[in-house]
């Protein structure tokens, strides 16, 4: 009789050890990959464009690697910084901008503590509401708005069309619901106690919102701020349709109209006007962009 | 300080009434606890006194002022909340402050004041930080010195020790404890742990559904509980209740468990429940600690009997013993040294003397 030994530890299988940083390996390569190309996608026209504007006219016109620059000059730039013009619609860009987002947190602030906070008659119908009228989109809008501005002109003889000014009226009704509806969504979450213990305290509506809320939903307040600036400082449609003379117009639209005669198109002075139109958002997004992301998914996922 | 009244206070949200009609009054530097389970309209009372709710019908009064439309900031009362609701942006010191900054207070006066609360409550080392950076206790302690600073009238305090783990939650409340032996503000707390409510409060008001079931001292709702609810809900572990009736047996009172078992009723019980009639379905209410271990010689009205247990949890200095009496689950404290055991049979014995005897139907205690 034979003698059977048995194997005590059994049939011995391989261990995989490291396989779940192989997972985040492969994970982190995809993702990796997936950022370059969008990367790619999202910033060669903004490098076409610099490349263009180091360029002086007649290269640009030549048959030459376009995304080289053999003789590059900053001749496009002097011209545009130097001209008086340019300036002007640079500044009246940055007036809007800047009275446009005074007006939008002044109006959004109270309204969106006001539709989170003070429970009234038709409050949640209201909040709902704001953000509905930002659905609309601006293109519906803009006919309407240019016949009513029309209207206001002619009876009361104050003239709004054609005055750069005018875009302080437009622009907050895009502005104002999309930045009431991020502070209400931030306000929201806000512990309840919060103002309760403020109330408490001896503080007034007021004071809770300009000592209590304001400071706590500081990064809701500059994510809305930022929103405001680009959409005032970015918008076209609008601008071009409600102001003409070159004294009025704002930076988007002043390149186009000035810059392209007839048909011929001043490429080296349209890329490099818009390559410094788009530089003072950039500034502000790297700025605040911890602000501006902690803004925007904090009202989003506590609310 | 001031003295606190509530008149026939009632609060209703819609179709609901959270409270129905409330009757309280507490004096001057009295710590009165709101007790009951959750929905029982404890918190909503005390936030009428705070005025963050509107009060339905009745009248509050602070200080013999009649406050049903005066707003939070002119009652002169401080309020802690359970999740102690400090201001973020704030330092402990700014916390502190607030109320007395925006009353437009000098200067030095918040400082010494800030100082005397932060040493009071041990946190002056922590006075410039930021809420995050603290603890839970020592975030509940801000929150308390916010409260003192203010020096008010009444102290409110909603459940302030729910978020805290069990070992600090002791530790919170004797600190609570000494907070008021010290200011001796008129506090009203509200808590549904009735431990919390027995340690702390010079009286208790046990709240159920709305009302009021019982207010007294901790003793008096212990050892004589008005009703079912106060009975179940004051003592861990919870009062037993087994069905009985009362029966004469040759000219004695007696009390009949089961068929087999019956008690003869101590004289003192017996002339109280006499008038009882014969017939109503009663409870018998009787606390753990009166069920022991029968012993060789055992006192007037301690009657023993016999039982098999189900089970038995040893708690080191007793053990808890639970067996079945009539489909009630009873509880029993014994001594270790019993020789209690899961399953197996014990003689064990009843204090009648601390009995107490239910109506089953009102659960009225008779």
Partial sequence: MSTLTIDKAGPRRKVKYGSMSRDRAWALRWSYFFLTVFAIFSLTPPLYMLITSLKSSAEISAATNPWWVYHPTLENYIQLLTSNQFLRFFWNSAWVSIIVVTITMLISVPAAFALARMKFWGSATLATGVFLTYLIPDSLLFIPLFKTFALIGDWTGIQLINRWYVLLFIYPTLTVPFCTWIMIGYFASIPKELDEAAIIDGASWFQTLTRIFIPVALPGLIAATIFAFTVSWAQFLYPMVFTTSTDQLVLPVGIITTLIKGDVFNWGQIMTGALLGAAPPLIIYAFLMDYYIAGLTAGATKG | ?366
């Fill in chain 2, 1 to 366: 300080m001031a003295e606190v009244s509530l008149r026939k206070v009632v609060k209703r949200y819609d179709e609901v009434e959270a409270v129905r009609g409330i009757d309280l009054d507490i004096a001057d530097h009295e710590f009165v606890v709101l007790v009951g389970p959750s929905g029982c309209g404890k918190s909503t009372t005390l936030r009428m006194i705070a005025g963050l709710e509107d009060i339905s019908d009745g009248d509050i009064t602070i200080g013999g002022d009649i406050v049903n439309d005066v707003p939070p900031k002119d009652r002169d009362i401080a309020m802690v909340f359970q999740n102690y609701a400090l201001y973020p942006h704030m330092t402990v010191a700014e916390n502190m402050s607030f109320g007395l900054r925006l009353k437009h207070y000098p200067k030095a006066e918040i400082k010494s004041r800030v100082a005397e609360a932060a040493r009071m409550l041990d946190i002056t080392d922590l006075i410039d930080r930021k809420p995050k950076q603290l603890s839970g206790g020592q975030r509940q302690r801000v929150a308390m010195g916010r409260a003192i600073v203010r020096n008010p009238k009444v102290f409110l305090f909603d459940e302030p020790l729910s978020n805290l783990d069990a070992k600090l939650r002791v530790q919170m409340r004797i600190e609570i404890k000494k907070v008021h032996q010290k200011v001796r503000t008129t506090t009203v707390y509200v808590t549904h742990d009735q431990v919390e409510a027995m340690t702390l409060a010079d009286r208790v008001v046990v709240m159920n559904h709305g009302r009021i079931e019982q207010i007294g001292t901790p003793n008096e709702l212990y050892h004589k509980p008005a009703t079912r609810f106060v009975a179940s809900f004051i003592g861990s572990p919870a009062m037993n209740f087994v069905p009985c009736r009362l029966e004469d047996v040759g000219g004695r009172l007696h009390l009949r468990l089961t068929d087999r078992l019956a008690f003869p009723m101590p004289p003192v019980r017996a002339a109280r429940y006499q008038a009882v009639p014969r017939t109503d379905k009663l409870l018998l209410g009787i606390r753990p600690e009166h069920i022991i271990e029968a012993r060789q010689h055992l006192a007037p009205g301690v009657e023993p009997f016999d039982t098999v247990l189900d089970v038995t949890e040893p708690m080191g200095m007793e053990t808890l013993v639970y067996f079945t009496l009539e489909g009630s689950q009873v509880c029993g404290r014994v001594n270790p040294n019993a020789g209690a055991q899961d399953g197996a049979p014990l003689r064990l014995a009843v204090d009648l003397n601390n009995m107490h005897l239910l109506n089953e139907v009102t659960g009225v205690v008779l």
